[in-house]
Nanobody, 124 residues
Framework: QVQLVESGGGLVQAGGSLRLSCAAS????????MGWFRQAPGKEREFVAA????????TYADSVKGRFTISRDMSKNSVYLQMNSLKPEDTAVYYC?????????????????WGQGTRVTVSE
């Protein structure tokens, strides 16, 4: 089992920045990739970014490329999402997830463990 706890959400004005953190505990050595997803009210959960735990290769959704950066600190078993130039359409609950096996990192159903989510609200 892997437990994930997100933090860092909040209210920010458009153009501002936030940094989300996800602390993992448990059998973290079994993780292939960590990802961030988000779900806005009335919408389906969507992929934001992912990072392979070993090697650090990253993948981003087109909507956040150039604005968001995912990173990891293996010594702290943590993953981060630096969000810059935030837009109102970035408003959502952001979830951290862990994938155990090698699979498509953009597909939510491939992830085995999920955090409880942290809310990000971007005002006009």
């Amino acid at each position: 089992q892997v437990q994930l706890v997100e933090s860092g959400g909040g209210l920010v004005q458009a153009g501002g920045s936030l940094r989300l953190s996800c602390a993992a505990s448990g059998r973290t050595f079994s993780v292939y990739a960590m990802g961030w997803f988000r779900q806005a009210p009335g919408k389906e959960r969507e992929f934001v970014a992912a990072i392979r735990w070993s090697g650090g290769r990253t993948t981003y959704a087109d909507s956040v490329k150039g604005r968001f950066t995912i990173s990891r600190d293996m010594s702290k078993n943590s993953v981060y999402l630096q969000m810059n130039s935030l837009k109102p359409e970035d408003t959502a609950v952001y979830y951290c997830a862990a994938e155990r096996t090698i699979a498509v990192v953009t597909t939510a159903s491939n992830y085995d463990y999920w955090g409880q989510g942290t809310r990000v609200t971007v005002s006009e």
